[in-house]
């Protein structure tokens, strides 16, 4: 017989925080990452006691992007995308990475759905080029030639902007290399 189900309540207590992450990069805005992650948990709620004894992060963390995705499909978007990356602060500020994070934040938003999807389970998620694949329902190649070309996108963003890339050497921050 198999153990008991991890509850849905401590699931989502130990979880939740790296979970509402996953969805805020997925949606670039706080509320609507609540929202995400709240829609997508009422969806997985009911059928909690079939995907417990799994992998129940990586269900939640596929439904996440699932309902991402619906939610793109159906929102006409008012709003118009601009090339210019925001200005960030000096070397000596110290909230010098914070800026840096959200700058990142704001550059990976500007990619296409796909490639942000492939971008922030593969490096923010740090998941396998086969579990970001199977996630996507796409084959590890569409993975690789995907994440390729966003990493390019993000190498000529942050080329443009010399002192962000000052910025997240001095802070021990991730670079896109």
């Known amino acids: ?18 979970l509402l992450r ?13 929202d995400l992650l709240q829609t997508t948990l009422a969806k997985v709620w009911p059928r909690w006691r079939s995907i417990a004894f799994e992998d129940p992060e990586a269900y939640v963390r596929k439904a996440l992007v699932n309902t991402h995705a619906s939610w793109w499909r159906r929102r006409w978007r008012g709003e118009v995308p601009h090339d ?11 909230y010098a990475s914070v800026d840096l994070e959200q700058s990142l934040a704001s550059i990976v938003q500007h990619l296409p759905r796909r490639q942000r999807a492939v971008v922030v389970l ?15 329902g796409c084959r590890p190649g569409t993975v690789k030639s995907q994440a390729a070309k966003a990493l390019a ?8 902007v010399p002192s962000l890339v000052e910025v997240g050497e001095g802070h021990g921050a991730r670079t896109c290399a």
Do not use: I, N
């Not at 017989?1 to 790296?18: H, I, K, L, N, Q």
């Open 1 to 18: 017989m198999r153990d008991a189900a991890p509850d849905f309540e401590e699931f989502v207590t130990a979880r939740g925080s790296r």
């Open 84 to 94: 210019e990356v925001p200005v960030v602060a000096t070397v000596g500020d110290p």
């Open 22 to 34: 996953v969805a805020w990069l997925l949606t670039g805005d706080a509320h609507l990452a609540e």
């Open 153 to 160: 996108t993000l190498r000529t963003k942050l080329a443009a």
């Open 122 to 136: 593969r490096y923010f998620e740090d998941l396998s080029v086969e579990e970001t694949a199977q996630l996507l």
